[in-house]
């Protein structure tokens, strides 16, 4: 049975359901009855920082998932914080705060 043909897409999926509490906390159902609109003001400046978050999501948590190898669980969880550090490093200094992960 080749293990690793499953493993990452179990890895990424437990990392997601790990960040599950974080992202809560974002949704829409907790702003009250309805959700209210971003003013058109803003909005150029939500699309760049949304833009931003997901390249930057692709460049560092998302390669880290695919490639690290299994076969060690620290080397794994080594791997993950890292990139999770520099993910929050590169929003740091993107967006002037500290990001979610």
């Known amino acids: 049975m080749n293990i690793q043909r499953w493993i990452k897409p179990l890895l990424i999926a437990l990392l997601l359901c790990c960040m ?3 992202l809560q906390s974002l949704s829409a159902a907790d702003a009250g009855p309805a959700a209210k609109p971003v ?6 400046g939500l699309l760049a920082a949304s833009q931003f978050m997901d390249a930057n999501e692709c ?14 669980t620290e080397s794994l969880l080594s791997s993950v914080n890292a990139a999770g550090n520099n993910f929050s490093k590169q929003a740091q200094n993107q967006l002037g705060r500290q990001a979610e992960f």
């Open 59 to 72: 460049e560092t948590l998302i390669p880290t998932a695919r490639t690290t190898s299994v076969e060690n």
């Open 20 to 22: 599950a509490p974080l």
């Open 39 to 44: 003013p058109p003001e803003d909005q150029q």
